[in-house]
């Protein structure tokens, strides 16, 4: 069986785990210790995971995050999420073929009492917003404790490979995201008053003002907190449509777990549906990790993300359609292409615009929604509650990390820690990081051509400020207190003109700065780019095609030198010289050539009811529209005839879709009932909560898992 690891990555080392070996399917394979069971399973080349018990349908992964139940396979006969257990040596794994049946247990249970424990408090959620505030509490040696449900610390810091936008000074704006993590983490666990627990999930926060938690994924603990602070992060929203739980149709935080957590080559070529940052980031880590990328489809008229992201994908190579919708995702047991379509000014697909591509991974990227429950939960019991990152409000992780030590901060103060006075400036500063992005203005090219000075292909309004941060002879300004303002270059005294120093280049989060150079040659200069691929992808002497911000193609020209080194934090400058006459407008360098990205001869079509609305039951959209329109209006109702949103994930994935249905029939939002709420928010097996000891199953432990 093939071997889908990543052997080789521009920005992240490989790790030298040790291997042990499990059993899939009857064959033993090799997976690293300490690594998730998808991640074994993909590195295999494993897609199907499962069957559904309705209609054999073959199940992948969707979220990779916890948050579904998508990814269900037996491990040792005990249903598992796959995303989340730690593969074990000789550990026997069987996809789900239909409902599960249990193995009998041999012995009877052992009931330890359940533990109780009060801290005054506890932060769900290990992630930018969560490290942030935990920090702040271990400053001031102040007990807490901080749970996370998954093996490490970071949350989706650990996922980005890229440079982060934001303030410099505030937020580490400049600095790879899984640098920040570590910065973060290293900083925390110098503070013994806060505890951490790792693999630990919380399930949910009752009348008593305790939250259950099942503390390393096997033993159940109550925790009574003066204060709960909130900082769980976010879901992944579902998009229906033909073929939308299809093997290799998935969410694309799974797809940077897959490959930017775990290096693994998740895909052997994909198309991203959504032009937010995530879409649009998830792009650039394909790339980055040797996949190509058919396209990108949006349906509004321009992306929502950064512009500088959408640039710089759109000149490796990536064509963007925008105004644009998927119709659907083709394959018979796992995705073999995709089909979009052009939108008209109602949001209808225009026939005969439609275009197949070849692909195994659809990803969906069209946002998020605040894992928010807990603090929903919290506030209905009276339980002192906060929330910080995307548990309050969907934003960039810089935005979380600057909330989560606000918060951190006000809960000090709210128990009485002298922390002085917060500046409302912190404040300002929060909503700044938050904001979506502004106007863009018209890019202007320097007049120059004498001497050496950068060009800044920054053109939207957005919370980013590391240029002019590092400039050692202070040449590049925003003028104003808002970061959200354009940057400019100016030399007011001839003196201390720019020397090339390259450091503006480098720690550009957008690669949006280069370097032009007439000293030595005024009608060839030279010209530094960003390079953030593998080093030996490019050598001195090759011929590469620039492209100029807006992805035209400017020419073919030479390499004239590679530059690698330890200052320039894994960003490789790569040097070409190009004609004076367009070497200003040069943006970038050309990687996937259009073979990659053409369209199939003939576009794939999908039958429009094959549209899963509930992924755990597998409950149509036709269904759930009918009752809609036989006058149902209460969620509860539809649930019990089509028992949508009765599965395992708890309805966090088709509630929106189901909203969406009725919005689409024309019913008003006030006219719907909404389904309660789970009292337990993540799935845990019964005994867990008698106190059953975990185990072996054959010594009678059920491990805790569902």
Same mark, same amino acid.
């Not at 409902?99 to 290990?126: H, K, N, Q």
């Not at 001031?140 to 890229?162: C, E, F, M, P």
């Given at each position: 069986m093939s071997d889908f690891r990543i052997e080789k990555h521009p920005i992240l080392t490989p790790p030298s785990a040790e291997t042990v070996t499990v059993i899939w399917k009857g064959r033993p394979i090799s997976a690293r210790a300490g690594e998730t069971i998808a991640s074994a399973l993909f590195a295999q080349g494993e897609r199907i995971f499962s069957y559904h018990h309705k209609d054999r349908a073959p199940q992948g992964i969707f979220c990779a995050n916890g948050q579904c139940a998508q990814c269900l396979v037996l491990a040792d006969g005990l249903p598992v999420k796959a995303c989340m257990e730690l593969v074990c040596p000789g550990q026997k794994?069987? @996809?789900? !073929?239909?409902?599960?049946?249990? @193995?009998?247990?041999? =012995?009877?249970?052992?009931?330890? +009492?359940?533990?109780?424990?009060?801290?005054?408090?506890?932060?769900?959620?290990?992630?930018?917003a969560g490290l942030s505030a935990a920090?702040?509490?271990?400053?001031?040696?102040?007990?807490?404790?901080?749970?996370?449900?998954?093996?490490?610390?970071?949350?989706?810091?650990?996922?980005?490979?890229?440079?982060f936008f934001g303030s410099y000074d505030a937020v580490f704006a400049g600095t790879r995201g899984i640098d920040i993590a570590t910065k973060l983490e290293n900083e925390l666990r110098?503070?013994?008053?806060?505890?951490?627990?790792l693999q630990s999930t919380a399930l949910a926060v009752y009348s008593d003002k305790k939250v259950g938690v099942l503390k390393d994924g096997r033993r159940y603990v109550q925790v009574k907190p003066e204060v709960l602070l909130v900082t769980s992060g976010a879901r992944e929203k579902s998009?229906?449509?033909?073929?939308?739980?299809?093997?290799?149709?998935?969410?694309?935080?799974?797809?940077?777990?897959?490959?930017?957590? !775990?290096?693994v080559r998740a895909a052997g070529r994909l198309f991203i549906v959504g032009g937010g940052n995530v879409g649009l980031i998830a792009g650039y880590h394909a790339l980055q990790a040797g996949?190509?990328?058919a396209g990108l489809v949006e349906a509004l008229p321009e992306c929502s993300g950064y512009k500088v992201h959408k640039d710089k994908l759109q000149r490796f190579g990536v064509p963007i359609y925008t105004s644009h919708t998927i119709l659907s995702a083709n394959g018979k047991n796992s995705v073999e292409s995709v089909t979009i379509a052009a939108l008209d000014d109602k949001w209808k697909p225009v026939s005969g615009t439609e275009k197949s591509f070849s692909c195994d991974t659809v990803l969906i990227a069209i946002g998020l929604d605040p894992v928010d429950e807990f603090f929903t939960k919290a506030g209905e019991f009276g339980l002192t509650a906060y929330a910080a990152g995307d548990a309050e409000e969907i934003a960039e992780a810089s935005a979380a990390i600057f909330s989560g030590k606000i918060r951190g901060l006000e809960i000090?103060?709210?128990?009485?820690?002298?922390?002085?006075?917060?500046?409302?400036?912190?404040?300002?500063?929060?909503?700044?990081?938050?904001?979506?992005?502004?106007?863009?203005?018209?890019?202007?090219? @320097?007049? =120059?051509?004498?001497?050496?000075?950068?060009?800044?292909?920054c053109i939207q309004e957005i919370p980013c400020d590391p240029c002019t941060m590092v400039c050692p002879r202070d040449l590049i300004h925003?003028?104003?207190?808002?970061?959200?303002?354009?940057?400019?270059?100016?030399?007011?005294?001839?003196?201390?003109?720019?020397?090339?120093?390259?450091?503006?280049?480098?720690?550009? +989060?957008?690669?949006?700065?280069?370097?032009?150079?007439?000293?030595?040659?005024?009608?060839?200069?030279?010209?530094?780019?960003?390079?953030?691929?593998?080093?030996?992808?490019?050598?001195?002497?090759?011929?590469?095609?620039?492209?100029?911000?807006?992805?035209?193609?400017?020419?073919?020209?030479?390499?004239?030198?590679?530059?690698?080194?330890?200052?320039?934090?894994?960003?490789?400058?790569?040097?070409?010289?190009? +004609?004076?006459?367009?070497?200003?407008?040069?943006?970038?360098?050309?990687?996937?050539?259009d073979d990659v990205t053409k369209p199939m001869d003939r576009y794939a079509e999908r039958t429009a009811d094959d549209v899963v609305i509930c992924r755990c039951e597998r409950v149509m959209a036709g269904e759930v529209r009918a009752l809609i329109r036989n006058g149902f209006r209460d969620i509860s109702a539809i649930k019990a005839v089509t028992r949508a949103g009765m599965g395992s994930c708890g309805a966090k994935t088709c509630t929106a879709l189901v909203h969406r249905l009725f919005r689409e029939e024309g019913v008003p939002e006030k006219d719907i009932i909404d389904q309660p709420k789970r009292p337990l928010f993540m799935e845990v097996s019964l005994g867990t909560f008698a106190g059953n000891e975990p185990g072996s199953i054959k010594d009678g432990g059920d491990r805790g898992r569902y």
């Open positions: 794994l069987e @996809p789900v !073929d239909g409902l599960p049946v249990l @193995p009998p247990v041999s =012995g009877s249970a052992r009931l330890t +009492p359940i533990e109780e424990i009060s801290v005054p408090v506890l932060i769900i959620g290990g992630g930018p920090i702040e509490f271990g400053k001031r040696g102040v007990s807490a404790l901080l749970i996370d449900d998954k093996h490490r610390l970071g949350g989706k810091l650990v996922l980005q490979t890229h440079r110098t503070y013994p008053s806060v505890q951490i627990w998009l229906a449509f033909p073929g939308n739980t299809l093997p290799g149709a998935y969410g694309a935080g799974a797809f940077q777990t897959l490959v930017n957590r !775990d290096l996949i190509p990328v000090l103060r709210s128990m009485g820690h002298d922390v002085g006075v917060i500046a409302a400036e912190w404040y300002a500063t929060a909503e700044i990081l938050k904001s979506r992005p502004g106007k863009t203005t018209p890019e202007t090219i @320097p007049d =120059g051509e004498s001497g050496v000075f950068p060009v800044l292909h925003i003028h104003s207190d808002d970061i959200r303002c354009l940057p400019c270059f100016e030399v007011s005294d001839p003196a201390k003109a720019c020397t090339g120093c390259e450091k503006c280049v480098t720690i550009c +989060p957008g690669l949006a700065i280069v370097l032009v150079d007439f000293r030595k040659d005024a009608d060839y200069p030279t010209v530094t780019i960003p390079y953030e691929f593998l080093k030996e992808s490019i050598e001195v002497g090759d011929r590469v095609h620039v492209l100029d911000t807006e992805a035209a193609d400017l020419g073919e020209v030479e390499v004239v030198a590679v530059r690698a080194i330890k200052a320039n934090d894994r960003t490789v400058l790569v040097k070409v010289k190009a +004609p004076k006459a367009f070497a200003k407008k040069i943006a970038g360098i050309r990687i996937q050539e």
